[in-house]
């Protein structure tokens, strides 16, 4: 309430921290992160029953901002953990190929490559009612991406 009150203050707009609340704070982020999400995220992206994760990225060159907010990344990250999560077959897959990539070293980041460990971890869905779900969404799916590499459907 504070910083909120530091920003008013700034533009000229009386706001007293210690004597106003806004109920349902929490709420009222989810509301507009929803709104926000809503604007660049096509839901009906989410819905495709087929994926290619077998499809590697051009990795010789990186997308402007613009190239990757018109793949839609969060339909895309909703669409390869529904897809991952929906069977149990792929959930063992899944964490087959990071027991075996961190034993084999197959996982490797940076320049020169180094190998990495990663954690054995399963994607998270988002939730409509929690705010930061696409944020843990999106950061997990980062976090496992050298993992779609071996992955095939």
């Known amino acids: 309430m504070q910083e909120l009150g530091i920003l008013l ?8 921290a210690e004597d106003r609340c806004i109920m349902c704070f929490p709420h009222v982020v989810n509301i507009c992160c929803q709104h926000i999400i809503k604007e660049f995220t096509n839901i009906e992206l989410a819905d495709i029953e087929e994926i290619r994760l077998t499809t590697l990225p051009n990795l010789t060159n990186t997308p402007s901002y613009e190239d990757a907010v018109k793949r ?3 339909a895309c990250g909703r ?3 529904r897809i991952l999560q929906s069977s149990g077959q792929r ?3 899944f964490n087959d190929i990071i027991k075996d990539g961190n034993t084999k070293g197959w996982f490797r980041v940076g320049d020169p490559p180094q190998v990495i460990q990663l954690r054995p971890l399963q994607l998270l869905h988002d939730v409509k009612t929690r705010w930061d779900s696409v944020y843990f969404m999106i950061r997990r799916l980062r976090e496992l991406r050298p993992v779609s590499y071996y992955f095939s459907t």
């Open 91 to 93: 959930r063992d897959a």
């Open 79 to 81: 669409n390869v953990v």
């Open 72 to 74: 839609d990344p969060v």
């Open 9 to 16: 203050n700034s533009r000229d707009i009386s706001f007293d």
